[in-house]
């Protein structure tokens, strides 16, 4: 029979438990053979994930408390920024991003309703979506080859008197021209909103100096679903240096409370029976004053307890994903005639997310025939999200209406949207399945 003589000794024998189950049940062992099949993406982790999961489920904390606490102080430190709210999805992330321009104490800078922003179709459409759910405009402009990010060139154009503020994703961890889209919005005093959900750990340069994507803009957005850099299953969360920016983001993340006292704690914030707000009495409980329409998007300390260990992995996993990048590049070099090969934007060093290949114009190569070659030799592709998000079935009910506007033709985005696709470089690739791969993708184009 077992004896513990407290909680701390119980906690460890158990831990020791689950680091055994890990090392006997889950750990790959196995080399890849030949065949296996080659995920686009997949969660990297070991014991620490599940000792640390163990840890939180012990205490049995079911929604946000230490361990979401903690991962956010570590984040923050990590991408270098002020201040990190996490919330469940990176879904999320981009709701709570676009609904605090909307709030009223932004002033004449308040993003209302029939407000212009400039944004991208190609691309994944919870960046898109937050915007035309609020009853704002996205104006849709075109993207580069083979940077597959936002035509710099069409900024002026996109921009009108309604213009309020600019959304947009680095592309599979390669950046947009941050510094040209910087210069836009300050030129003409937009927000900057980034979505980084695809490209944690990519650097960019301005005058010699060097920060994370997502530090550049106004507030930065991340994912943790499972294929991306890091992951604590579903998970996300939103940053920003603007301390008005980071209470309104704690509002509208937090069901709109005025107060910020965390769940659980009562009276931090000093004010629960001293004030009066709206037409409410003198002294109504600060915790249930509402000062914003929000949400309850919080994320678990059962996740939070993953994304504290994912967090000490993230320089491997970068290295990992730019050493598979380079060499399947490399490797795609003896086909450029057929497929255009992806190029990192100016000044940057990607954190890459996949690995993006196109169909060269006239090269009779139907892009559908490669990827179900690819996927009948159990290699996983992904197209480039959307494609073209105004074509989706999703704007039938108001295309060609004013609920949006186009600038230009699209035509690199429905090109991509015809014959570009991508790939998996994830950290759990070994040079083999790479190589693997890349013979696969050589053969497709032959066929």
């Not at 620490?48 to 361990?67: H, N, R, Y």
């Not at 025939?369 to 290699?379: A, D, F, G, N, P």
Request: glycine letters at 8%; proline letters at 4%; a negative charge.
């Amino acid at each position: 029979m077992l004896c513990w003589s407290n909680e701390d000794e119980a906690r460890v024998y158990i831990k020791e438990l689950v680091a055994k189950f890990y090392h006997d049940f889950k750990e790959k062992r196995e080399p890849y053979q030949s065949g296996d099949t080659i995920s686009y993406a997949s969660r990297v982790f070991d014991e620490k994930e599940m000792q640390s999961l163990t840890d939180a489920m012990l205490d049995f904390w079911l929604t946000a408390g230490q361990f979401c606490s903690r991962f956010e102080r570590d984040f923050a430190e990590w991408i270098g920024i002020k201040y990190v709210h996490l919330v469940n999805s990176g879904s999320s992330a981009n709701l709570i991003a676009f609904s605090v321009l909307t709030s009223p104490e932004l002033g004449d800078r308040q993003i209302k309703r029939g407000d212009e922003v400039i944004t991208v179709a190609c691309g994944f459409p919870t960046t898109v979506a937050p915007i035309l759910q609020y009853g704002a405009v996205p104006v849709f402009v075109d993207i580069t080859i083979p940077q597959y990010n936002i035509d710099v060139s069409q900024l002026e154009d996109a921009f009108s008197s309604r213009t309020k503020a600019v959304m947009i994703a680095h592309t599979l961890g390669n950046p947009f021209n941050i510094k040209a889209v910087k210069q836009f919005c300050e030129r003409h005093n937009l927000w900057l909103v980034e979505d980084n959900c695809d490209a944690l750990g990519t650097q960019y340069t301005i005058n010699g100096n060097t920060k994370y994507t997502g530090t550049w803009g106004d507030i930065g957005t991340s994912s943790f679903y499972p294929p991306h850099h890091i992951t604590m299953g579903e998970g996300g969360c939103v940053y920003t240096d603007n301390p008005l920016l980071h209470r309104l983001i704690l509002s509208y993340r937090d069901w709109g409370r005025d107060c910020i006292c965390p769940s659980g704690y009562d009276g931090i914030c000093g004010n629960r029976f001293s004030r009066k707000l709206g037409e409410l009495p003198f002294g109504y409980d600060h915790k249930y004053t509402y000062s914003h329409f929000g949400y309850n998007l919080k994320a678990t300390d059962l996740q939070a307890s993953i994304g504290i260990e994912q967090i000490k992995k993230i320089p491997e996993f970068i290295k990992k994903r730019r050493n598979n990048w380079d060499r399947l590049r490399c490797i795609l070099e003896s086909i450029n005639q057929k497929i255009i090969l992806p190029e990192s934007e100016d000044n940057s060093l990607p954190s890459w997310f996949g690995f993006l290949i196109s169909i060269k114009e006239g090269s009779g190569i139907d892009r559908n025939r490669i990827t179900q070659y690819l996927e009948k030799h159990q290699i996983q592709t992904r197209l480039l999200f959307a494609g073209n998000l105004i074509r989706h079935p999703a704007f039938d009910s108001i295309r060609n209406t004013d609920a949006y506007r186009v600038v230009g033709d699209l035509k690199i985005t429905d090109y991509v949207m015809n014959n570009s696709f991508w790939v998996g470089v994830y950290p759990g690739m070994t040079e083999d399945m790479i190589d693997y791969m890349a013979e696969i993708i050589k053969k497709a184009m032959e066929v």
